[in-house]
């Protein structure tokens, strides 16, 4: 088996994901459609297939130990001219992101990297297209508001389409007694279109 491209998230709820994504593809972003809405925590990694139930286990035991918080997002930011990006800023909720990230990121664990850019939880919302197209999302979506409590991250393999697929998700909190660790997990039983 070879590797396997990796990314861990908190996905951006419903109506709130659909409707930042419609914005996203509306803004000429190609790659609008193979990336669900999402906070980061974990950027695209490159990991062994071999290494996945260890990846597995390690977000399990983060998500056991961690207890929901109020996210909310709330008008927009860009990281221009550092690079093509205009985001969804998140007004609160940014610390438990942070310390979140922080975990599944731990030297310690199998998802150990470092970041390219200091670690900023935002939700994408054009990336690497036109200026004038990155202007127009930033001032269409400056009052853009949605607030939520986040309780809990997923797992997400990227394609040899690109397209991100959803692989499991890790709800907060601990697991309840005698269930063994996999069987809280989802795992969809096909790959989303």
Partial sequence: ????????????????????????????????????????????????????????????????????????LEGTGTFRPLSPV???????GEAGCAALQARVRAASGPCARELAFP??????????????????AQADLKDFCATWTIGGFALYQQGADA???????????PRPAGVPRQADLSRPSAPAS
């Avoid at 397209?163 to 909190?173: D, I, K, N, Q, S």
Wanted: net charge negative.
């Fill in 163 to 173: 397209v991100w697929r959803l692989e499991r998700e890790y709800p907060f909190g």
């Fill in 1 to 72: 088996m070879g590797p396997v491209t990796l990314g861990v998230s908190i996905a951006v709820p419903e109506p709130y994901g659909s409707f930042l994504q419609g914005k996203r593809a509306g803004f000429g972003d190609p790659a609008a459609h193979g990336i669900p809405t999402h906070i980061t925590l974990l950027p695209p990694t490159e990991v062994a297939a071999e290494d996945l139930p260890a990846v597995e286990d390690h977000l399990a035991e983060v998500a056991a130990s961690s207890r929901p918080f109020p996210l909310r």
């Fill in 119 to 136: 670690y900023h939880p935002h939700v994408t919302v054009a990336h690497g297209i036109a200026e004038e197209a990155m202007d127009r």
């Fill in 86 to 92: 205009v985001y969804v800023k998140v007004a609160e």
